[in-house]
């Protein structure tokens, strides 16, 4: 497609609940990003891959988040054991490479609520 | 600590205003430095970036912003805004190694009066 493109566009879950959020990024892109956007703040880095190798994870709130990118290019972010905290706006980006100059896209994100 | 202050958060303008939105970061060594534009329902949109050079930065749909590495600012600026303008417009920071792992700021809703 033209753009990063994410699945769920939105999604309510019973806390407790396990949810899984896909992230197809632009073609041939080799870095992927996922980021957290509570309500009326700033995206915040999750965790960042280079084709299939997930190089930073530093930002995963807990061991209930979980991503993966298996052959390189489609990626999952998982939550397990959803709580109300993890209400929030799901961004995935992509990047050419993660370097100097290239430009970052960004998908229109999943908007997660737990209840 | 990393981080990205932006000093105002919900402006209103009026057509043909002139707009400067602040921002301050703080980040050891060497930056990059952005500004991203959401509209309502879309998503964010890259609308101008530093890396190196002329500290004056233009961008997209009339946008600049100036790199003021004493004062460790990159305000964003645009002479005379427009209805379209309406948005939320985000300052970014970043080291020179990994350009996607950007730190932001919490945001500006701009609304702009016709």
């Known amino acids: 497609g033209a753009g990063v493109s994410q699945s769920p566009r939105y999604k309510v879950a019973k806390r407790g609940q396990d949810v899984a959020l896909r992230c197809d990024p632009i073609?041939?892109?080799?870095?992927l990003f996922w980021y957290q956007q509570a309500l009326g703040q700033g995206p915040e880095f999750l965790t960042y891959?280079?084709?299939?190798?997930?190089?930073?994870k530093s930002g995963l709130p807990s061991d209930r988040f979980f991503a993966e990118r298996p052959e390189g290019s489609v990626s999952t972010l998982k939550i397990q054991r959803t709580q109300q905290e993890d209400s929030a706006v799901y961004l995935c980006?992509?990047?050419?490479?993660?370097?100097?100059?290239?430009?970052?896209?960004f998908g229109e994100g999943s908007w997660l609520t737990v209840v | 600590a990393q981080s990205v202050s932006q000093h105002n958060h919900h402006v209103i303008l009026s057509e043909a205003a002139s707009l400067e939105l602040g921002c301050n970061y703080s980040?050891?060594?060497?930056?990059?430095l952005f500004w991203y534009v959401q509209y309502p329902g879309q998503h964010l949109q890259l609308l101008l970036k530093?890396?190196?050079?002329?500290?004056l930065v233009k961008g997209i749909k009339g946008f600049e912003a100036e790199f003021i590495k004493s004062k460790f600012s990159f305000n964003l600026r645009k002479p005379s805004v427009q209805w379209s303008d309406t948005a939320e417009y985000f300052c970014?920071?970043?080291?020179?190694?990994?350009?996607?792992?950007?730190?932001f700021g919490q945001g500006t809703t701009l609304q702009v009066k016709p």
């Open positions: 980006a992509s990047t050419l490479r993660g370097q100097f100059g290239n430009t970052i896209y």
């Open positions: 073609s041939g892109h080799v870095s």
């Open positions: 891959f280079q084709n299939e190798a997930q190089l930073d």
């Open positions: 980040y050891g060594g060497t930056v990059n």
């Open positions: 530093y890396f190196s050079g002329d500290p």
């Open positions: 970014a920071v970043t080291g020179s190694g990994n350009t996607g792992k950007l730190i």
